[in-house]
């Protein structure tokens, strides 16, 4: 039943791995986003992403990419991991997003991935 | 550039009314929402307002003025379970949303 869907929920490893975080909606939406919350609980938007386009925001380094093998699915893969990624990561999905819909960019949440770079 | 205002935190009493306020400068405009996020979870979709007015839901209302760039949450009969943290988000002419850093409500029997 769960609408937009996150694994895992906790991830905690080394400074320099390379870890996925993968994210997943049964709505069938058009768009989905990565966001990013740090400590000061500020919400900043990574990614946006639908079948047509893909934004970046462009203060997200490279090292960070998402990957999204169908319209259901888009995951974040995160290479040579630093402390300062250590941040809760929430995916998000809206039923137009970037085709534009207004209402119809309610963003729903996934219950978010709280990494931890040691 | 575009820019969202709210105050960061405020504290009101149990069964009493507060009124949040948000203020927003985009590239365009196509509605303003509001979220709750308690802590340690995902936020959540209370409201979306795209004309000028109120928009009444249960306990929690929400106005927007387009001329002035304004926008408030008004939550009524406060429950301890409304202490949570409330963003505005302002949807630009490019269908982006502009986030706020968040208010945190602290609700005090």
């Known amino acids: 039943d769960t609408a937009v869907s996150q694994t895992p929920k906790y991830l905690v490893t080394q400074m320099g791995n390379d870890k996925s975080i993968k994210c997943e909606q049964n709505?069938?939406?058009?768009?989905m986003y990565w966001y990013k919350q740090d400590s000061k609980k500020f919400l900043k938007i990574m990614f946006s992403?639908?079948?047509?386009?893909?934004?970046i925001n462009e203060t997200v380094p490279n090292r960070f990419s998402p990957k999204s093998p169908d319209k259901a699915h888009l995951n974040l893969h995160i290479n040579s991991l630093e402390l300062g990624d250590s941040a809760v990561y929430f995916c998000?999905?809206?039923?137009?997003?970037?085709?534009?819909?207004?209402?119809?960019?309610?963003?729903?949440f996934g219950p978010g991935t709280r990494l931890t770079v040691l | 550039g575009q820019n969202i205002d709210q105050p960061t935190e405020m504290t009101a009493t149990e069964g009493a009314i507060v009124q949040i306020n948000c203020t927003y400068q985009?590239?365009?405009?196509?509605?303003l929402f509001w979220y709750q996020q308690h802590a340690g979870e995902a936020p959540t979709f209370l409201s979306y307002?795209?004309l000028d007015g109120l928009e009444e839901k249960g306990r929690f209302s929400s106005f927007l003025s387009r001329s002035k760039g304004y926008s408030y949450l008004l939550l009524k009969e406060l429950q301890m379970k409304d202490s949570a943290s409330y963003l505005c988000?302002?949807?630009?002419?490019?269908?982006?949303?502009?986030w706020g850093a968040g208010t945190k409500l602290i609700i005090k029997p």
């Open positions: 988000a302002a949807l630009d002419s490019n269908y982006q949303l502009i």
């Open positions: 998000a999905s809206s039923q137009k997003g970037l085709a534009g819909g207004g209402f119809a960019d309610t963003q729903y």
């Open positions: 992403y639908n079948n047509k386009e893909l934004i």
């Open positions: 985009t590239s365009g405009f196509n509605g």
């Open positions: 709505l069938g939406h058009d768009t």
């Open positions: 307002n795209v």
